[in-house]
């Protein structure tokens, strides 16, 4: 369960470090939720975004998810005010999910704060709607980890479970601890950012915390100490690199450095010849394919994950299995749980002949998808860096501008991905840089991963824009994950970004010190040789010698102060 208060402060500030749960989200458009609900329309707006996300963290291998249904379940208080009838306290609602065909409830939390605005808590619904009592029995185990992060990497943060006190959580550790199954809170600082477990006697449960930076709705970043629940692989695939919680960290005797178990099965593929038809379509085996399907394996079979042989092939590139299946009389229109089909399956991995045997087959590459964002499948292949398979798709047809329903265009998911040649090619074909999403965010801003230095300066020069539009995507550029972009950085300022720019804090931070805070030492420089004012101090008198968080910054700074 999370808790996030709802304050219109909260998006003019572009970083503003807290300690906070917080869930990786895309930002959604407004929409009608069905059944009863009594928050606002912008509270069930972010309701529904963060329960998406929620959702999203905890079965990421579904990519179709909607509302189907709300309830209150424990209404509040009333009071009127000015005409208006509105809660006086909190109230409990259920929100049901439908995640690829199997509805799951949530339960939210709503609690007016003193600031007027609203916290939001979620937690998953217990079977048969009643959260059960602690009860003997089985305990569950709740592995809680921190990835080894450069941001923050000096906080240890501390942990509560129920408002007692866990541990303190360093950089790169873990611990386990051992609960009665049933409800319980776990939390950073009393009070703070609860996420609700309903834990089952025996179950398993990881808890992923770290630094990093989010997305206000318009397109600033701000940075967050967080907390989710992961899958098992997920989690699995870090613990590895991670170290267990000295005793003297620990402050609990529930508190323990038991590692996770590791018992692993195979993925649940069709057995006997249906089995065999997905194996020797994914490795290419075009003849063992026909020997199959001769003997009487069924092509439109689905493996776990909904996936036919004909979407498997495609994938995989597989161009003679695919002319096989479908001269067969595969379905070309077939989807799997998460809504792939041949065609965008083939996209999405850059596999370019296939797609143009497909197209020549019929399909059609304006079709929008099922998942709840209705993507063409031209999102999907201008995300994978793939120049061939793009220009396909615009050769026959597929509409360089559409618009999912947040109001995204496949040049925003490129930029995104960092994707420069393809980039350079949709706007080539008429791509419009001046479209702005459901939130009023440019292309521009959607710069995730490294663009090259061309391709950054063709979307600057394509995009009508602000002066402020250019500061706020240097301070983005300056602060993005890694790895670093000096390029874009360098594109921004020499199209007119203010290099010392301080618009973008409460405090009045400059650029300079907002790199140097988050360890960007390669942007530092490239700063720094354009010019940038290493002298300039905040609000605070702190400059950016003093906001940096590694020596080597520190004196890289102090070197170029000395020289001015």
Known sequence: MRRRRICQAMSEI??????????????????????????????????????????????????QRSVVKTEVIKPPALTKSRGEVRPAGPWQERWYMDRCGKVVAWDVQYTPSPDGGTDIAFGLAPEGGTPPPNQTGSKAIVHVYRPWNFLGGGGSPVIYCDDKELAEL??????????????????????????????????????????????????????RFEGWLVNREMALSEFDKLKPMAAKDTLDDRVSTAEPTRQTSAPATPKGVAGELFQAAESG???RVEELITAGANMEADDEYGRTPLIVSALNGRLEVVKLLVAKGASLHARNKNGMTPLSGA????????????????????????????????????????VATVDALLRNGAQVNFRSRQGQTALMRAALNGASENVLQLLEHGADANIKDDNGKLALLYVGKCLSLKAAQ?????????????????????????????????????????????????????VLMLAAMWGKGEIVRTLLSLQANPALKNS???????????????????????KR
């Open 347 to 386: 996209a999405g991995h850059g596999q370019a002949e296939v797609v143009k045997f497909l197209i020549e087959q019929g399909v059609d590459v304006n079709e929008p998808g099922t998942g709840p964002t209705d993507e063409t499948v031209l999102f999907t292949a201008a995300a994978s860096g793939s």
């Open 285 to 287: 085996d075009a003849a």
């Open 458 to 510: 063709e979307l600057i020069t394509r995009t009508t824009h602000t002066v402020k539009d250019l500061d706020e995507a240097l301070a983005m550029a300056a602060i993005g994950p890694p790895p670093e972009c000096p390029d874009t950085v360098k594109a921004l300022v020499q199209s007119g970004a203010e290099v010392n720019w301080q618009g973008g804090t409460p405090s009045g931070d400059t």
């Open 14 to 63: 572009l970083v503003v470090v807290l300690a906070s749960f917080h869930l990786a989200l895309s930002p959604v458009a407004a929409a009608q939720v069905p059944g009863e609900t009594l928050g606002s329309e912008q509270l069930k707006k972010d309701t529904t975004e963060m329960l998406l996300g929620m959702d999203r963290a905890m079965a990421p291998e579904c990519q």
């Open 170 to 223: 360093h950089n790169g550790r873990f611990f386990t601890v051992e609960l009665e199954p049933g409800r319980h809170t776990i939390h950073q600082k009393k009070g703070r950012g609860p996420i609700s477990l309903v834990l089952s006697p025996g179950g398993e449960y990881f808890l992923k915390f770290t630094y990093v930076s989010r997305e206000t709705p318009r397109g600033l970043a701000e940075v």
């Open 540 to 562: 605070a008198g702190k400059t950016a010698a003093d906001a940096a968080s590694t020596n080597e910054i520190r004196k890289l700074i102090k070197e170029a102060v000395a």
